[in-house]
């Protein structure tokens, strides 16, 4: 028969380094966020559905491998932002994204980051917002998906990297040009190789190979910086919001956990 | 889950028009008639239709079109349905035909609907013939597929089923000989999947395109939109006596009956590019793109929004 359902289980320990793992079978049936919490944010409090940030998924996802994340934080939070910390509590990474924002994120309007997500089986989706003030405030969703991360595939595996690395990032001027709040997207070729698929022809698991850092500046200032996991779909997409400096162009520069850098300008505003 | 909608009037229309445009679907079906719905829709090509359905308890996996073609030497089954039990079944209906040996197994893709039927073959000791790509494909998805299928065929009709990957990889063209007839294998390009392969039935003119064709039944995109739209432009310059859709009525004729599938496909790469275009996401896309084609096919809310999420993320690459 297939030798990947019996090697299966070893997946996933080779593919994740720092996070929960759990057999399947057993996650399937755990609560794992008090222990996922636990780990990351200790002791302090989290506020629970506040208002401070909101989540926006399907309930049902229709593609489990390419699920569009957006987390919104509504012009009534007038804070600067600290921290963004993403979860999907049954991927075999709970962890998605952890974002550290610096002094060009931007405030005095909504503030959002949107990205594409891989579901592996029926899961809460979490968004942890940090406010400047220290208090953590938390958005969770509960999406129905199954079998886009331990199962993920391209579609065209032959055709995945080719132009591997290759960026397009794009800034949008506000629809009002008084608002302080640009917004940009930035896609990145790259497969994201989760680490769990097995290539018959050598019955060897494909490696992991996935983007784990990006940071992004204006003109030299931190909007962010972000560390990430192979929950982030094949060819990274990401949209955010920063503040409008006096040079809206980016710089984005992106690390693979192969050790490859990939870096990107800006192309030229509204294009 | 899945809401059922009756069949349009369009779509009556059409497979009316189809069925009336082809005097060789009036050919009359040997013997075996009622067993599986199964007609001989050329000498010695015979098509069993499947449902217009996802799989459920009830069809037992039977939502696709599977074929069988018999020579002079032996029998050649073109894609097993989506369960051992409707597998089962096939082979039943195939040994009321003739008794002649089933020597080829050929899956046009790697879908369940087309070869989870492929164990109950086994017996029969058949060479398992696919594109070269399609082991590959179907073992690295064969856990989802296999976890889902059980889910949504309950354990009755799941009960049987064996990932089979072809024992004969063609890449390029190939011929088999059934013995005073052959068959001409061709792998194509990335298109409906990066795993589809053709089949012409030199004797009766007869080209199998697998789920390259749908009909009726809303076309499903799991390989390039970009090379799907293109590879039925070539194909539509053709000339065949009769092509068998995956999905839809038995018999079609070209350049006919590409069209609609030519213009669902197209429909949803302008809408898309013109979203991207204008700066909008992909969720933008999921909720508008494509939607005028609504009416035209069944189960288009069971698979539309994902054909939208795979264009999309393939043309904004351009």
């Not at chain 2, 009525?249 to 669902?264: F, I, N, T, V």
């Amino acid at each position: 028969m297939f030798p990947s359902l019996v090697y299966r289980t070893g997946f996933a320990a080779i593919a994740c380094a720092a996070h929960i793992l759990l057999a399947p079978a057993a996650k399937a049936e755990q609560d794992v966020w008090p222990a996922l919490r636990q780990q990351t944010f200790g002791d302090r409090q989290i506020q629970a559905e506040d208002g401070a940030v909101i989540l926006e998924i399907p309930g049902t996802a229709e593609d489990a491998s390419l699920v569009p994340l957006t987390v919104r934080v509504p012009p009534a939070v007038t804070q600067k932002l600290k921290s963004l910390t993403l979860f999907i509590d049954k991927n075999p990474d709970p962890l998605v994204a952890s974002l550290s924002f610096g002094p060009a994120a931007g405030s005095g309007g909504e503030r959002s980051f949107s990205t594409r997500v891989r579901i592996d089986m029926f899961s809460h989706v979490r968004a942890v917002l940090e406010t400047e003030d220290g208090i953590l405030h938390m958005a969770t969703k509960f999406v129905a998906a199954a079998g886009g991360c331990g199962a993920m595939q391209a579609k065209d595996p032959d055709a995945e990297t080719v132009d591997l690395g290759k960026m397009i990032v794009k800034t949008f001027p506000p629809a009002l040009s008084t608002s302080p709040i640009w917004s940009s997207l930035v896609m990145i070729k790259h497969p994201n190789q989760n680490g769990m698929q097995l290539n018959i022809n050598t019955v060897d698991i494909i490696p992991a190979r996935f983007v784990k850092e990006m940071t992004v500046k204006r003109g030299g200032e931190l909007v962010f910086q972000m560390q990430s996991t192979f929950s982030i779909s094949t060819n990274p997409n990401f949209r955010f919001t920063f503040g409008r400096g006096a040079d809206n162009s980016l710089d984005v520069v992106v690390k693979d956990t192969d050790g490859a850098v990939f870096t990107a300008q800006s192309e030229p505003s509204g294009s | 889950m899945c809401e059922r909608r009756p069949i349009s009037r369009r779509n009556l229309v059409e497979a009316a028009l189809a069925l009336a445009a082809s005097p060789l679907l009036r050919y009359v079906p040997a013997a075996l008639a009622d067993q599986a719905d199964i007609s001989e829709i050329a000498p010695g090509v015979f098509v069993h239709q499947g449902r217009y359905e996802i799989q459920s308890p009830e069809n037992r996996g039977d939502m696709a079109n599977a074929c069988f073609v018999v020579g002079r030497d032996g029998v050649a089954v073109i894609d097993t349905l989506g369960s051992a039990v409707a597998g089962r079944e096939l082979r039943d209906a195939i040994r009321a035909v003739t008794d002649k040996p089933i020597r080829y197994v050929i899956n046009t893709h790697m879908h369940p609907d087309h070869v989870f039927g492929n164990a109950a073959f086994k017996e029969d000791d058949p060479v398992y013939v696919g594109h070269h790509k399609l082991a590959r494909d179907l073992a690295s998805r064969a856990d989802r597929y296999l976890a889902i299928n059980k889910q949504m065929l309950g354990d009755a009709a799941f009960q049987g089923i064996e990932i089979i990957l072809p024992t004969l990889a063609v890449d390029g063209m190939q011929t088999l000989d059934l013995g005073a007839r052959s068959l001409v294998l061709e792998t194509q390009p990335t298109a409906h999947t990066d795993n589809d392969m053709t089949i012409t039935d030199t004797a009766t003119d007869t080209l199998f395109l697998g789920d390259l064709l749908f009909s009726v039944h809303v076309p499903t995109l799991d390989g390039s939109i970009k090379g799907w739209l293109a590879l039925l432009d070539k194909l539509s310059r053709r000339e065949a006596a009769r092509v068998v859709p995956g999905h839809g009525p038995k018999a079609m004729e070209l350049p006919g009956a590409l069209e609609s599938e030519q213009r669902y496909l197209a429909t949803i790469a302008n809408d898309v590019r013109r979203l991207i275009k204008e700066g909008k996401t992909l969720e933008d896309a999921t909720k508008v793109a494509g939607f005028s084609e609504r009416d035209a096919w069944k189960l288009f809310d069971q698979y539309h929004v994902r054909n939208v999420t795979a264009a999309f993320a393939e043309l904004e690459w351009e």
